[in-house]
């Protein structure tokens, strides 16, 4: 059984950190992509960053990159997400995802269709 499920959301100061965390089970992240997405009220979801299956390459979205690191712990069956230099406008309910394409050498988080399941989400908000 497929199951996601997100962790480390909170309420921080903007130039903080938070750490997210995806723990999955019902499949290995060496195989499938996952990927990390955000949803801002009255916004479209918008894909923040993804990890592939094989060989871990990580891709970024501009809004992002240079602040926020994706990494996985194998062993751990967890991705993560670490968020830097957060700004008000990184505000959302982070979901993170799996797309089932297996064996993959790159990941994209340019359509959210193509992940194929998803974790309920946990709400990072930045405000002074």
């Known amino acids: 059984q497929l199951q996601l499920t997100e962790s480390g959301g909170d309420a921080v100061q903007p130039g903080g950190s938070l750490r997210l965390s995806c723990a999955v089970s019902?499949?290995?992240?060496?195989?499938?992509?996952v990927g990390w997405f955000r949803q801002a009220p009255g916004k479209e979801r918008e894909g923040v960053s993804c990890?592939?299956?094989?060989?871990?390459?990580?891709v970024y979205s501009d809004s992002v990159k240079g602040r926020f690191t994706i990494s996985r712990d194998i062993a751990k069956n967890t991705v993560y997400l670490q968020m830097n230099s957060l700004k008000p406008e990184d505000t959302a309910l982070y979901y993170c995802?799996?797309?089932?394409?297996?064996?993959?050498?790159?990941?994209?988080?340019?359509?959210?269709?193509?992940?194929?399941?998803w974790g309920q989400g946990t709400q990072v908000t930045v405000s002074v």
């Open positions: 995802g799996v797309d089932w394409t297996p064996y993959a050498p790159v990941c994209t988080i340019r359509r959210a269709a193509a992940y194929v399941h």
């Open positions: 019902g499949f290995t992240l060496d195989i499938y992509p």
């Open positions: 990890i592939s299956g094989r060989g871990g390459n990580a």
